[in-house]
C-alpha cells in the first residue's frame, strides 16, 4: 500500500499528537486502572477486539518531504471512517481503487521494522482461552491512538499470602510504533487495593512470547504454545517469594539499604549524599503506606518485607504524580512498573539480611522508631 504523506504539511498535525494520547476500553469488570469503561464479557480475541472499536489496520510506510520520498519509515494507523478523538489528526487519502481511508501517524521506524497486526494475535491468545474451562477475555484496549495495544485473559488463577489473594491475569501489548515487543507475560491484581504487579519471568514462559518486529515475527506467533502448567508454575514460584517476604521483619538497616538503592542520593557540593526534595516526597508516601498497611486489611502483614512491597505498589498506582491517564500507563507499561519490579528485587535481595518474624498476637504492634519512621500515630 503506498499514500503520499506530506511531512512539510502534516508536521503540525503529527507534532502535535505526541502526549496526547487516546485511550479505548472493553472489558468486564472495573476498567483496569481506569483505563475505560466496563462494556461486557467475551471468550475470543476478535469479539473483544470489535467492542473496544479496534479492529483498525496498521502499515509501515516510507515517509516524504515536499513530495520527495527521504530515507525514513513510519506506521500509520488506517481506518475506513474517522474514530472519535481522531477528526483533526488523521489524513485523508483516496487510494487507487478510489476508496477513502483516514491515516494517522503512530511513529518513527526503521527501515527492519515488520508491522505484526494485532489481530494476528488472535490464534495464540485464543488457544489461552480454549484450553481453561471458564476462561475469558477479561479486559483490552488502546493507548494513544493504538501506538499500543493491550488486553488480559483471566485463566482463572489466584495466589495467596494467608488470606490475601491476588487474581492472576495474561497480559498481553503489542506497540505500532516501534517502543516495545510483542509479548505475553503475567500480572498479578491484589484483591485488598487493586494494584497490580508484574509477574517476574522465572522460567522460560516470558521469553518464549517475546516477539520482536523483525522478519519471520508472523511464523514465530503461529509456532507457540504454553500449557496451563507451565503459567501456574510461574504463578506459585511468584506466591512463595512474597510468602516468603511475609516471614521476613524490615530493620531499620534493610530500609536504608532498600530506600538507597531504590532513590540513590546524590552528593553535594561539599561531598556530602543527600536526597533531592522530590526523592524525599517519595520516599515520605512510601514509608505512609507502609505505615497504613493497607488499613491493616491483614495486622499480620505490618513491618514485614511483603508490606513493605506493598507500600510501594500503592505508591506507583495510587499515589504517584501525573495528569490524566499518564500514571495509569506508566504504572502498568512504563517507568512505574519499572519502580514497581526494582523495588521487589531489591526487597527480595534485602530480604536475606532480614530476620524472622516474631511470634505475635493478633494486635501486631510495630515499634517504627526501631525501624526508622517518624510519623504520627494512627487513629484508633
Known amino acids: ?109 526503521g527501515a527492519g521494522y515488520e508491522v505484526i497486526p494485532h489481530q494476528n494475535l488472535a490464534q495464540l491468545l485464543d488457544h489461552f482461552v480454549g484450553q481453561i474451562d471458564g476462561a475469558h477475555y477479561e479486559t483490552m484496549g488502546t493507548l494513544d491512538f493504538g501506538r499500543r495495544v493491550w488486553g488480559q485473559i483471566d485463566p482463572l488463577l489466584s495466589i495467596h499470602v494467608g488470606d490475601d489473594e491476588s487474581t492472576i491475569y495474561l497480559t498481553f501489548q503489542t506497540s505500532h510504533d516501534g517502543s516495545s515487543s510483542a509479548e505475553v507475560f503475567e500480572t498479578g491484581t491484589r484483591t485488598v487495593c487493586r494494584n497490580t504487579f508484574r509477574i517476574a519471568s522465572l522460567n522460560r514462559l516470558g521469553q518464549t512470547l517475546r516477539v520482536r518486529h523483525t522478519k519471520n515475527a508472523g511464523q514465530r506467533i503461529t509456532d507457540f504454545k504454553a500449557e496451563l502448567d507451565e503459567i501456574k508454575s510461574v504463578a506459585l514460584s511468584m506466591q512463595e517469594k512474597l510468602v516468603w517476604l511475609s516471614q521476613r521483619q524490615v530493620k531499620k538497616e534493610n530500609l536504608t539499604t532498600i530506600m538507597n538503592r531504590l532513590f540513590p542520593p546524590t552528593k553535594n557540593d561539599d561531598g556530602v549524599e543527600e536526597y533531592s526534595s522530590r526523592q524525599e516526597n517519595i520516599i515520605s508516601s512510601i514509608l505512609a503506606e507502609y505505615e497504613l498497611n493497607d488499613g491493616d486489611a491483614f495486622p499480620e502483614q505490618r513491618g514485614t518485607a511483603y508490606n513493605l512491597w506493598n507500600a510501594c505498589t500503592n505508591y506507583v498506582d495510587h499515589s504517584r504524580s501525573s495528569k490524566g491517564d499518564q500514571r495509569a500507563e506508566a504504572a502498568v507499561f512504563g517507568s512505574g512498573d519499572r519502580l514497581k519490579t526494582n523495588a521487589l528485587d531489591l526487597i527480595i535481595a534485602e530480604a536475606e539480611h532480614m530476620p524472622l518474624m516474631p511470634t505475635r498476637g493478633p494486635s501486631v504492634e510495630v515499634n517504627w522508631e526501631e525501624v526508622g519512621i517518624s510519623l504520627p500515630k494512627r487513629a484508633n
Open 1 to 109: 500500500m503506498s499514500v503520499q504523506v506530506d511531512l512539510a504539511e502534516r508536521i503540525k498535525i503529527i507534532g502535535a499528537r505526541i502526549r496526547e494520547g487516546h485511550d479505548t476500553y472493553a472489558g468486564r469488570q472495573d476498567a483496569w486502572h481506569q483505563l475505560g469503561n466496563v462494556q461486557g464479557k467475551y471468550t475470543s480475541w476478535r469479539e473483544i477486539l470489535a467492542a473496544a472499536g479496534q479492529d483498525f489496520e496498521v502499515s509501515k510506510m516510507q515517509l516524504n518531504f515536499m513530495g520527495a520520498e527521504i530515507d525514513a519509515w513510519g506506521t500509520f494507523r488506517i481506518d475506513t471512517t474517522i474514530p472519535k478523538g481522531l477528526e483533526k489528526k488523521a489524513i485523508r487519502a483516496e487510494l487507487a481503487d478510489g476508496s477513502i481511508k483516514y491515516f494517522t501517524f503512530l511513529g518513527t521506524v
